[in-house]
């Protein structure tokens, strides 16, 4: 059974820095494509940064710059380390894999979600 599992939410205030955690069990992480996604109160859920199986790496325009997506095969676990953070960051952050590339806003398989939260 393919699970995903988001740590590394919380508060922090604007400027400062974040490391999601998202580990894999179930399948192996190098043969799927990876990513981060965040839904807001009252918006939609919109990719943040997605990762392929060649290493090839995507992101938001409103990340960008700020935000580095990264997955570590040998420990079976992706990361986005985001720095800079501004309150519209706020959001429940969300792990997602698919077996097809790009991957695709209706991924295959979610974590849970973790939140973070961005003061001013």
């Known amino acids: 059974q393919v699970q995903l599992m988001e740590s590394g939410g919380g508060s922090v205030q604007a400027g400062g820095s974040l490391r999601l955690s998202c580990i894999v069990s179930?399948?192996?992480?190098?043969?799927?494509?990876m990513g981060w996604f965040r839904q807001a109160p009252g918006k939609e859920r919109e990719g943040v940064a997605a990762?392929?199986?060649?290493?090839?790496?995507g992101y938001d325009d409103s990340v960008k710059g700020r935000f580095t997506i990264s997955k570590d095969n040998a420990e079976n676990t992706l990361y986005l380390q985001m720095n800079s953070l501004k309150p519209e960051d706020t959001a429940m952050y969300y792990c997602?894999?698919?077996?097809?590339?790009?991957?695709?806003?209706?991924?295959?398989?979610w974590g849970q979600g973790t939140q973070v939260t961005v003061s001013s």
């Open positions: 997602a894999a698919d077996p097809r590339s790009p991957l695709p806003l209706r991924s295959t398989y």
């Open positions: 990762i392929d199986t060649d290493g090839t790496t």
């Open positions: 179930g399948y192996i992480a190098s043969r799927y494509s």
